[in-house]
C-alpha cells in the first residue's frame, strides 16, 4: 500500500535529559525514539469481514509494540481502551473546565464515532 509515511518521532529535551514536558494525552517517552507510520489506501472486506477489521489489526499490532495510533484515521477503540491510551482523566478535566456545558463535541466522538 503506498503511500507510505515514515516519520521518526522523539520527545524534545529543550534543556537536555529530564528537561520534557508529558503530554497526557499522547503520552511519549523521553529518550525513546518512536516512528510514525503512515499509509493511506483501501483493502477489500471480504467474505465474513467487516469495515474496520483492517484497523482494528493494526490498533492491536500498535499496542503490542507499545505504541499508539496517531488520531488522523479512523479508530476503533472501545471507550475505556482510548481513554487508557489518550488520557481520558487529563481530558476530561480539560474539556470541564474549557467547556463546562459540554456544548462541543468530545475527543473520543469525534475520533472513533465519527461525530
Partial sequence: MSPVWLCPLRLREPAGSGSA?????YPLSPGQLYVNVGFWGTVP????????DVNRQVEAAVAD???????YSDAY????TFDSIYGG???RAVKD???PKHRLTGLYEKA????
Fill in 45 to 52: 472486506i471480504t467474505g465474513g469481514r467487516r469495515d474496520g
Fill in 97 to 99: 473546565a474549557y467547556d
Fill in 112 to 115: 472513533v464515532r465519527r461525530r
Fill in 77 to 80: 477503540y472501545d471507550e475505556a
Fill in 21 to 25: 514536558r508529558h503530554w497526557p494525552l
Fill in 89 to 91: 482523566a487529563s481530558y
Fill in 65 to 71: 509494540f507499545g505504541g499508539h495510533k496517531s488520531l
